[in-house]
């Protein structure tokens, strides 16, 4: 693929890695990629980052065919920039794609804007502890037309933003709180794919917790609210009896990235993993007998995020604090992403 890049005559003063916060500041560049029909996707291009002109009427604003993706790429003590699995992030880009009837973009065509864009930005990957650069690959939906149908043309983008720890207080157990009443999503809906709708419909419940106290939200089914989902916009995991649970994926998951990684990792250690329905008064009636030792979520934003407590149907339950499952799994997720440690899955590619 050829891919135009005009550079920018401006570029960003450099914020502090010290404090760059998640998903605050952006790169001096941005990667656009155009459908239109008998054309295909065509007009590869990296130009300087800045504001999209769209058309008031574009669908993107109100049918919500959107979708988008997210990675990091790693600066190592070797000073050399790796991806993470970004081949599975370009799949389910494209399984979006399909859910959402929009054209799918070749995987080599991805992996190709993907690294061509960290290059022309390579000096923003933070070399500061436990910082990365972000990647927000997203397509939208850009016919100025007021009628429910497929878009006929798409905008495909990319951007970039230096990050630090998605939670300020790193991997310190989080307070959750059961959600019984909102629904993040439904079998058969949109949440095994990644797009806005299932985030906007989690806004109110998220906000809500957090007046109370909370730092996430645990998602529960959209039917009898018995069975567990999701952890913020993470997947979940619980430690029982020396055994790792985590809901299987049924429609309404999110089929996370990091989550299969940390099931590959567990059965490599030969610890046992079952991927299964889950219900949360199985892992509260765990807890109180003292069965549960840990739990936690999993995500590319903050890896590996503990839970310290959950509160559900007016009981607050103790899970503990950061256990050696969770410690083990961060450690050696976080090793392989910045190049502390061999990689033996093969799961990170060096780009420059």
Known sequence: MSIAVTKTQNPKPRPS?????????????????????????HGARIVPYGPLSVDPASMVFHYGQELFEGLKAYRGQDDKIRLFRAEENVRRLNRSCERLFVPVIDEKLQMEALTAL???????????????????????????????????????????????AYYKDGMAPTNI??????????????????????????????????????????????????????????????????????PSLSGSILPGITRVSCIELLKSWDMPVE???????????????????????????????PVGSLRWNGQDIKVGGVGPVAQRLYDTLTDIQWGRAPDPFGWTTVIC
Do not use: C
Not at 138 to 164: C, E, M, Q, T, W
Not at 210 to 228: L, N, Y
């Open 17 to 41: 890695e010290e404090n760059l916060g998640f998903g605050q500041h952006f790169t001096d560049h941005m990667f656009l990629m155009d459908y239109a029909p008998g054309k295909g996707w």
């Open 118 to 164: 960290v290059k022309t930005d390579a000096d923003w990957v933070p070399r500061a502890k436990d910082a990365s650069l972000y990647i927000r690959p997203f397509i939208i939906a850009n016919d100025p037309f007021l009628g429910v149908r497929a878009s006929n043309n798409y905008l495909f983008i990319i951007i970039l933003s230096p990050s630090g």
């Open 177 to 246: 709180f059961v959600e019984t009443q909102d629904v993040r999503a439904v079998r058969g809906g949109m949440g095994a794919a990644k797009v806005g709708a299932n985030y906007a419909a989690t806004l109110r419940a998220q906000e809500s917790a957090k007046k109370e106290g909370f730092a996430q939200v645990m998602w529960t089914d959209a039917f009898e609210h018995s069975r567990i989902e999701e952890i913020g916009t993470s997947n979940a995991f619980f430690v029982v009896d020396g055994k790792v649970l985590t």
């Open 275 to 305: 991927e299964r329905d889950v219900t949360i008064s199985e892992i509260v009636d765990a807890a109180k007998a003292g069965r549960l030792s840990e739990a936690f979520a999993s995500g590319t934003a903050a890896v590996i995020s």
